[in-house]
């Protein structure tokens, strides 16, 4: 069993940054394919970044592409998002999650999910 915990969002100028974290609980975290998502109001979960459980596979949204950096640090049960270059656009809930199987984490089906940290980008 995984419990998450998302820490690091806040308000920043377009064109700063944040590092968002994941804390995670339970002693198969570092097994598990991890991912970050993001929601604003009447939209849809979209998929922003994920990494596998070794850290050597990561997958991005074409959208964040370029200014965002997925990482982990099994040792430490954490995850991170990287998030440079923000745009007002990039502003959301966003959330992590982990799962197993990276198929599932890709297709905002993971077990587990943090309860989310809001990132607001002032134009």
């Known amino acids: 069993q995984v419990q998450l915990v998302e820490s690091g969002g806040g308000l920043v100028q377009a064109g700063g940054s944040l590092r968002l974290s994941c804390a995670a609980s339970g002693r198969t975290f570092s097994n598990y394919a991890m991912g970050w998502f993001r929601q604003v109001p009447g939209k849809e979960r979209e998929f922003v970044a994920l990494i596998n459980w070794r850290g050597d596979i990561t997958s991005y949204a074409g959208s964040v592409k370029g200014r965002f950096t997925i990482s982990r640090d099994n040792a430490k049960n954490t995850g991170y998002l990287r998030m440079n270059s923000l745009k007002a656009e990039d502003t959301a809930v966003y959330y992590c999650?982990?799962?197993?199987?990276?198929?599932?984490?890709?297709?905002?089906?993971?077990?587990?999910w943090g309860q989310g940290t809001q990132v607001t980008v002032s134009s």
């Open positions: 999650a982990a799962d197993s199987r990276i198929p599932t984490v890709i297709a905002g089906k993971s077990d587990y």
